[in-house]
């Protein structure tokens, strides 16, 4: 139980352009999900908290007109990369939670890759 | 600001050993610690976790250790394994449901 999807798994798009990632909760309803980004060898990066139905909480510094996060229920959230540039190049990690699977409990998803040319 | 991280950012064990991966974090106000385990191009996956008021937790071939006095966390793997290389990340919970990552520590077992 508790698996979280990523779709697509990989992406490469053109500078200025516009990506969207999906992350799907496939066995639970997510109340809240999670955006990371994850540059090579570096930590996770929480970008932004996204709790269905409301505006998503960006973390210090992430702009949020240029990663813009939609939970319309409780299984999706997506996140689109607007007018992607190369160093928006990055390894992008979702994740959720839900009260009945214990309130801390972070699932991630397996990551989408994108690369920016 | 307050933040979580790693002693030694490489290990290396000999398939078979035991390994341990240390982590500092500064937050006294934290109160759930998770270990996760990263291979190369994956997501992040759930090794072990444990409440601050727990000093160990154990689990299959691992431990985790909680040391509020220093703010010191580890992860103890028995009888480690070819399949146990990886990045491994410790996290830290305070104010809701965020996670904050440590540095990582990338393990590398050795036949």
């Known amino acids: 139980g508790a698996v979280v999807s990523q779709h697509p798994s990989r992406v490469i798009c053109k500078s200025g352009t516009s990506v969207k990632i999906e992350c799907r909760s496939l066995?639970?309803?997510?109340?809240?999900m999670f955006w990371y980004r994850q540059f090579p060898k570096q930590s996770l990066m929480l970008m932004a908290t996204?709790?269905?139905?409301?505006?998503?909480?960006?973390e210090q510094g992430v702009e949020k007109d240029k990663f813009l996060i939609n939970h319309a229920s409780l299984t999706l959230s997506t996140l689109t990369v607007t007018s992607a540039h190369p160093e928006d190049s990055s390894f992008y990690i979702c994740?959720?939670?839900?009260?009945?699977?214990?309130?801390?409990?972070?699932?991630f998803g397996p990551g989408t890759r994108l690369t920016v040319l | 600001g307050e933040s979580v991280g790693l002693h030694l950012p490489t290990l290396s064990v000999q398939e078979g050993d035991n390994s341990i991966i240390n982590c500092a974090y500064s937050n006294s106000a934290s109160d759930y610690f998770i270990w996760y385990k990263q291979e190369s191009g994956k997501g992040p996956q759930f090794i072990i976790d444990?409440?601050?008021?727990?000093d160990k937790r154990q689990g299959q071939r691992v431990t985790v250790l909680l040391n509020k006095t220093v703010k010191h966390l580890s992860l103890q793997i028995a009888a480690t394994q070819p399949g146990d290389s990886a990045v491994y990340f410790c996290?830290?919970?305070?104010?809701?449901?965020?996670?904050?990552f440590g540095k990582g520590t990338s393990l590398l077992v050795t036949p």
């Open positions: 996204s709790n269905e139905g409301s505006k998503a909480t960006y």
């Open positions: 444990i409440r601050s008021n727990m």
């Open positions: 066995d639970f309803q997510a109340t809240t």
């Open positions: 994740s959720a939670t839900a009260p009945g699977l214990g309130t801390d409990t972070q699932y």
């Open positions: 996290a830290e919970n305070t104010a809701g449901y965020a996670l904050n």
